[in-house]
Protein backbone atom coordinates (compact mmCIF):
# COMPACT_ATOMS: atom_id res chain seq x y z
CA UNK A 1 0.00 0.00 0.00
CA UNK A 2 1.12 3.34 -0.89
CA UNK A 3 1.79 6.25 2.02
CA UNK A 4 -0.55 8.50 0.69
CA UNK A 5 -3.24 5.77 0.16
CA UNK A 6 -2.22 4.86 3.77
CA UNK A 7 -2.29 8.35 5.11
CA UNK A 8 -6.37 8.76 3.81
CA UNK A 9 -7.60 6.19 5.62
CA UNK A 10 -6.08 6.95 8.42
CA UNK A 11 -7.31 10.34 8.26
CA UNK A 12 -11.01 8.32 7.23
CA UNK A 13 -10.51 6.08 10.48
CA UNK A 14 -9.72 9.40 12.82
CA UNK A 15 -12.49 11.49 11.37
CA UNK A 16 -15.06 8.56 12.15
CA UNK A 17 -13.71 7.66 15.32
CA UNK A 18 -14.25 11.48 16.34
CA UNK A 19 -17.69 11.61 15.77
CA UNK A 20 -19.76 12.60 18.75
CA UNK A 21 -22.25 9.91 18.08
CA UNK A 22 -22.05 6.18 18.71
CA UNK A 23 -21.37 5.52 14.58
CA UNK A 24 -19.67 2.15 13.03
CA UNK A 25 -18.39 1.61 9.56
CA UNK A 26 -18.81 -1.79 7.83
CA UNK A 27 -17.37 -1.90 4.20
CA UNK A 28 -18.16 1.91 2.78
CA UNK A 29 -21.53 1.72 4.99
CA UNK A 30 -21.29 4.60 7.92
CA UNK A 31 -24.08 4.25 10.61
CA UNK A 32 -25.08 6.47 13.40
CA UNK A 33 -27.49 5.62 16.20
CA UNK A 34 -30.49 8.02 16.55
CA UNK A 35 -31.63 9.70 19.57
CA UNK A 36 -34.96 9.17 17.78
CA UNK A 37 -37.93 6.73 17.00
CA UNK A 38 -38.08 5.96 13.11
CA UNK A 39 -40.71 8.56 12.34
CA UNK A 40 -39.33 11.20 13.47
CA UNK A 41 -35.60 10.64 12.53
CA UNK A 42 -36.83 9.90 8.98
CA UNK A 43 -38.89 13.04 9.45
CA UNK A 44 -35.72 14.82 10.37
CA UNK A 45 -33.72 13.38 7.98
CA UNK A 46 -35.80 14.72 4.96
CA UNK A 47 -35.98 18.41 6.59
CA UNK A 48 -32.41 18.60 6.60
CA UNK A 49 -31.87 17.24 2.77
CA UNK A 50 -34.40 19.63 2.02
CA UNK A 51 -32.99 22.77 3.90
CA UNK A 52 -29.32 22.02 2.22
CA UNK A 53 -31.07 22.48 -1.72
CA UNK A 54 -30.80 18.81 -2.33
CA UNK A 55 -33.77 17.06 -4.14
CA UNK A 56 -35.64 14.17 -2.95
CA UNK A 57 -36.22 11.81 -5.39
CA UNK A 58 -37.66 8.71 -4.00
CA UNK A 59 -39.16 7.47 -0.22
CA UNK A 60 -39.24 3.68 0.03
CA UNK A 61 -41.03 2.46 2.85
CA UNK A 62 -40.16 -1.14 3.60
CA UNK A 63 -41.73 -1.62 6.38
CA UNK A 64 -44.98 -0.67 4.14
CA UNK A 65 -44.43 -2.70 1.39
CA UNK A 66 -43.77 -5.76 3.51
CA UNK A 67 -47.24 -5.20 4.99
CA UNK A 68 -49.03 -5.16 1.33
CA UNK A 69 -47.76 -8.89 1.12
CA UNK A 70 -48.47 -9.78 4.82
CA UNK A 71 -45.07 -9.91 6.39
CA UNK A 72 -43.56 -8.27 9.18
CA UNK A 73 -40.42 -6.06 8.82
CA UNK A 74 -39.26 -3.53 11.34
CA UNK A 75 -39.34 -0.14 10.49
CA UNK A 76 -37.02 0.14 7.28
CA UNK A 77 -37.68 3.57 5.75
CA UNK A 78 -35.23 4.69 2.46
CA UNK A 79 -34.55 8.59 1.10
CA UNK A 80 -32.74 8.65 -2.39
CA UNK A 81 -31.70 12.22 -2.90
CA UNK A 82 -28.78 14.04 -4.54
CA UNK A 83 -27.94 16.72 -7.33
CA UNK A 84 -26.33 16.71 -10.14
CA UNK A 85 -24.28 19.16 -9.10
CA UNK A 86 -22.19 17.06 -6.20
CA UNK A 87 -22.83 13.60 -8.31
CA UNK A 88 -21.81 14.59 -11.81
CA UNK A 89 -18.36 15.22 -11.11
CA UNK A 90 -18.17 11.61 -9.80
CA UNK A 91 -19.78 9.97 -12.95
CA UNK A 92 -17.28 12.19 -15.09
CA UNK A 93 -14.87 9.96 -13.86
CA UNK A 94 -15.97 6.68 -13.53
CA UNK A 95 -19.79 6.60 -15.15
CA UNK A 96 -20.49 3.20 -12.97
CA UNK A 97 -20.34 4.77 -10.23
CA UNK A 98 -23.94 6.17 -11.79
CA UNK A 99 -25.15 2.82 -9.89
CA UNK A 100 -24.91 4.30 -6.51
CA UNK A 101 -25.91 7.73 -6.97
CA UNK A 102 -28.26 9.47 -5.96
CA UNK A 103 -27.13 9.18 -2.78
CA UNK A 104 -29.00 7.04 -0.27
CA UNK A 105 -30.01 7.42 3.68
CA UNK A 106 -31.86 4.08 5.44
CA UNK A 107 -33.46 4.89 8.73
CA UNK A 108 -34.61 1.46 10.20
CA UNK A 109 -34.82 -0.46 13.68
CA UNK A 110 -33.16 -3.55 15.01
CA UNK A 111 -34.44 -5.74 17.11
CA UNK A 112 -33.84 -3.80 20.46
CA UNK A 113 -35.95 -0.99 19.42
CA UNK A 114 -32.75 0.97 18.52
CA UNK A 115 -33.37 3.29 15.68
CA UNK A 116 -30.17 3.49 13.20
CA UNK A 117 -29.33 5.71 10.22
CA UNK A 118 -27.04 4.09 7.09
CA UNK A 119 -25.59 5.74 3.80
CA UNK A 120 -22.98 4.76 1.92
CA UNK A 121 -19.35 6.30 2.71
CA UNK A 122 -18.82 8.79 -0.56
CA UNK A 123 -15.19 7.98 -0.43
CA UNK A 124 -15.78 4.25 -0.20
CA UNK A 125 -18.14 4.54 -3.77
CA UNK A 126 -15.11 6.93 -5.18
CA UNK A 127 -13.06 4.05 -4.46
CA UNK A 128 -15.22 1.08 -5.48
CA UNK A 129 -15.34 2.82 -8.85
CA UNK A 130 -11.80 4.11 -9.36
CA UNK A 131 -12.96 7.26 -9.39
CA UNK A 132 -9.63 9.42 -9.68
CA UNK A 133 -8.37 13.05 -8.19
CA UNK A 134 -10.02 15.28 -10.21
CA UNK A 135 -13.13 14.24 -8.21
CA UNK A 136 -11.60 14.42 -4.97
CA UNK A 137 -13.33 18.15 -3.70
CA UNK A 138 -17.02 16.53 -4.76
CA UNK A 139 -16.15 13.50 -2.64
CA UNK A 140 -15.22 15.47 0.10
CA UNK A 141 -17.99 17.60 0.14
CA UNK A 142 -20.24 15.00 -0.09
CA UNK A 143 -18.78 12.98 2.58
CA UNK A 144 -18.73 16.34 4.85
CA UNK A 145 -22.66 17.17 4.20
CA UNK A 146 -23.69 13.69 4.51
CA UNK A 147 -22.17 13.40 7.94
CA UNK A 148 -23.74 16.73 8.71
CA UNK A 149 -27.35 16.09 7.73
CA UNK A 150 -27.12 12.52 9.30
CA UNK A 151 -25.82 14.00 12.30
CA UNK A 152 -28.54 17.24 12.34
CA UNK A 153 -31.41 13.65 11.91
CA UNK A 154 -29.87 11.48 14.51
CA UNK A 155 -29.05 14.08 17.51
CA UNK A 156 -30.71 16.40 19.42
Not at 10 to 38: N, R, Y
Not at 88 to 108: E, H, N, R, S, Y
Not at 134 to 147: I, N, R, S
Request: aromatic share 6%; proline share 4%.
Amino acid sequence: MRLPALIRILALVATVCSWETQAMATDGLITIKSSFGPEDTMKRLEAEVKARGLTVFAHVDHAAGAAAVELKLRPTDLLVFGNAKGGTPLMQQAQTVGIDLPLKALVWQDDQGTTWLSYNDPAYLAGRHGVGEQAKAAVTAMTGALHAIATKAATP
